[in-house]
């Protein structure tokens, strides 16, 4: 053997290795430089906001620029704020500092006070403290430790027990169980009464949900087993309960919330003047209902909605309340289409507010006189902002840019802080006032768009495509720089296409598969039936039948991209993670070698795996619609893969709470019996979204995988 010419190919390796590690890393580098503000609060008296800098807090001026203000005696570079809050008057700031993550949005940390010009730690006793607020009026501070409910009070700096049955994988009170966090997004489940005397809770009784055991490594001897609860498709939930605690005695007393037990309260809450409401569900998700309770022990429901399907997921900005009678309701099953409606306590319904075959995709805010909006009202791909008289007349648009705007409001929504971008325009942040004339800019992302002006990058290209079925989608594409209509290309479908999702928006993003466009390939997306913002009827057809149309739809883009001059149709390839890794799998077993490489990271590979509210929503039970579960399982299809032609790469974390390593293993030993070749990654102790430990490094992966076999 010529040692000098071994030597000189492990140099070439490494070099090549060192090479292939750096691509991520650029489009991270471009990320960082497209500015956001963190951490926008608006101060009570509508005309400040405060801001996260360089883990401090600086109050500034809607109307004027200037320095800003430090609002922490003495900022610490070591103090790692997470989030922070202001008392009601605003003279106390709780901040939460450093993370600790529970699941995808909870986490416990410990508490400083900003009080008297001090930063002090609080609520030391607490082994676990998580959800901390300040009462209405300032006095005290209500967090969850460990499963139960506990009440600082500020002055005696004393620490009382309001629930004392909190056990792990048993009683949870005032914070939500897993598949609550997961699915309607919150994990505080109490609220204050506006007079600060009274705070209602949700108690969780999860002893009866099956135990989910998840191995964590960590680089241990052994390894140990992480339990918790998980509900999947068709298993028991949890028991929840609403209750009521007088702060000053501590006495509780439960609140009646009909007779059926296996049905969901997805939050919970009080009118401006101090009667308790709350949502409640049935277990199939096609009846919601708001009751309200009166202060004689009186209940009734003040909305209700119904839907042969479901309803769609609710949360926070469903109800609005805009006085002590009157509340905004955001729905979509009277027209087909989501739209404003107002209501009356007293007297049901009043107004539609808001009409049209577009759809209204956030509340921003009301004064009582008007609503504040986001629609889809000149194109499903993008987002602009609203404002309308509650009665509907004198609709007024207030953003100009084409493209995508998100919005934080002032208190009294006499200003707002807007975010906008689109397919070839980064960030940029301005103040504008409640007309939406701009006031100033605060960040506008100029050194990346400088740079990204000077190195030509390859921008997103709008286009629709009409399938064999006669159905048209949104698409995009993103070609490599030097574009030649002459040559052949190889592409990549890249798509997530869970129902209700949107992958086709007009704003800015890079991702790894940008990195391949800088190598010379084309990368496409479409969202098919059942994704979002083009109306009920369109994103409600996939019910009952998860994978189905959906699958059609991306081998419908695929051979639609075949037929392209300038596709080489020997090398398309597809990607997705979770839903879109059930959809990536699904794609390459049906495909029958129309894909010469998938990628699937966290897949779903059967949805009798996956949690009650989001299975069931979308599919129905198991117990009622087994063939909805079984009949597009990618692990029942593990037979069809053409191995000899279809490159199969599964990617997973062991540490998925989510999505459970469950499923990659299943979709393995079906493989495996099937006698398939395949590729496995995995991340030991990786969470679903694999971060923070290893962001990049799956995404090279991927575009290493990609670079070789396709």
Known sequence: MNIKATVLAAALLCAAGAQAQNEYAEIARLNSLNERVYGIRSMADGEHYTVLEANDIRRYAYATAGQGASLLPNPSPNLVITD????????????ASGRHPIYRHSYTTQYQLVADGR???????????????????????????????????????????????????????????????????????????????????????ETQVPLMEMMRFDGKLYNTAYSFKYPKAGEKNSVVELWVADLASGAKRRIDTGSETDQYIPRIGYTPDGRLWYYRLNRRQNTFEVVLCEPH?????????R??????????????????????????????????????????????????????????????????????????????????????????????????YTVAPSRGMKYCITTFSNATTPNRVEICDAEGTPVRTLADSRA?????????????????????????????????????????????????????????????????????????????????????????????????????????????????????????????????????????????????????????????TSWRYYDTIYTEIYNNLPQYNAAGYDENSPIHFARMLDDGKTRLLLIHGTADDNVHFQNTIEMARALNRAGKQYDMMVYPDQNHSMMPDDTHNVRQKMIDYTLEHL
């Open 84 to 95: 922070y809050s202001f008392s009601p008057d605003e003279r106390m700031i709780l901040i």
């Open 119 to 205: 930063v002090q730690p609080v609520l030391t006793e607490a082994e676990a403290p998580r959800d901390a607020s300040f009462s209405p009026d300032g006095s005290r501070i209500v967090y969850s430790d460990r499963n139960d409910l506990y009440v600082y009070d500020i002055q005696s700096r004393k620490t009382r027990r309001l629930t004392d049955d909190g056990a792990w994988n048993s009683i949870i009170n005032g914070t939500t169980d897993w598949v609550y966090e997961e699915e309607f997004g919150t994990t505080r489940a109490y609220a204050f009464s506006p007079d600060g005397t009274q705070l209602a809770f949700l108690r969780f009784d």
């Open 297 to 305: 022990g009186a209940q009734r429901v003040i909305y209700e909605e």
């Open 307 to 404: 839907s042969q399907q479901y309803v769609e997921r609710v949360d926070d900005a469903t109800i609005t309340f805009v006085d002590k009678d009157r509340f905004l309701v955001r729905q979509e099953s009277h027209t087909g289409y989501m739209h404003l409606y107002l209501y009356s306590i007293r007297r049901g319904f009043l107004a539609q507010v808001t009409k049209g075959p577009w759809e209204v995709t956030a509340v921003v805010g009301t004064d009582g006189k008007r609503v504040w909006y986001l629609s889809t009202e000149t194109s499903p791909l993008r987002r602009n902002l609203y404002s309308v008289r509650l009665d509907g007349k004198e609709k007024r648009r207030l953003t100009t840019g084409e493209g995508y």
């Open 448 to 604: 990346l768009r400088e740079e990204l002006a000077a190195t030509r990058r390859p921008v997103k290209e709008f286009f629709t495509f009409t399938t064999e079925r006669g159905d048209t989608l949104n698409a995009y594409i993103v070609k490599p720089r030097d574009f030649d209509p002459s040559k052949r290309y190889p592409v990549l479908l890249t798509q997530y296409s869970g129902p209700g999702s949107q992958q086709v928006a007009d704003r800015w993003s890079l991702d790894w598969e940008d990195a391949l466009v800088d190598k010379g390939y084309i990368v496409v997306s479409a969202d098919g039936r059942g994704t979002g913002f083009r109306g009920e009827r369109f994103k409600k057809q996939t019910y009952g039948r998860l994978g189905a149309l959906e699958v059609e739809d991306q081998l419908s883009l695929a051979r639609h991209m075949a037929a392209q001059p300038w596709i080489d149709p020997a090398r398309i390839g597809i990607y997705g993670w979770s839903y879109g890794g059930f959809m990536a799998t699904s794609c390459a077993l049906k495909g029958l070698g129309l894909f010469r490489m998938a990628i699937a990271v966290a897949p779903v």
